[in-house]
């Protein structure tokens, strides 16, 4: 069964840190892409970063400068340690696996599974 599992949200005031971990099981881990979007009340989902399954990485410019991906083979599991947190970042954070022939690119292409979510809320 695939499997996606974010954890690590909570409320956190403006400025503070936390990291969303994303655990995989279920498809060969370093065969896709992963990526971290996110989704506030009455806004479409946006993608915030991605590591390929050849390393590359991408951010939003919104988090450009504040968030950091990477990832662990060993743990099949990709971080986003997000510092100098703002309060517009509140939102579920969700992370997706793309196994598909843009796995090597980011931002993402495809979207082949997602995780449940967890919410992040940054308190002003």
Partial sequence: EVQLVESGGGLVQAGGSLRLSCVASGFTFDEYAIGWFRQAPGKEREGVSCISSRDNI???????????????????????????????????????????????????????????????????
Avoid: H
């Fill in 58 to 124: 991408y951010y939003s410019d919104s988090v450009k400068g504040r968030f950091t991906i990477s990832s662990d083979t060993a743990k099949n599991t990709v971080y986003l340690q997000m510092d100098n947190l703002k309060p517009e970042d509140t939102a579920v954070y969700y992370c997706a696996a793309d196994g598909s022939s843009g796995r090597y690119y980011c931002p993402m292409v495809g979207r082949d599974y997602w995780g449940q979510g967890t919410q992040v809320t940054v308190s002003s």
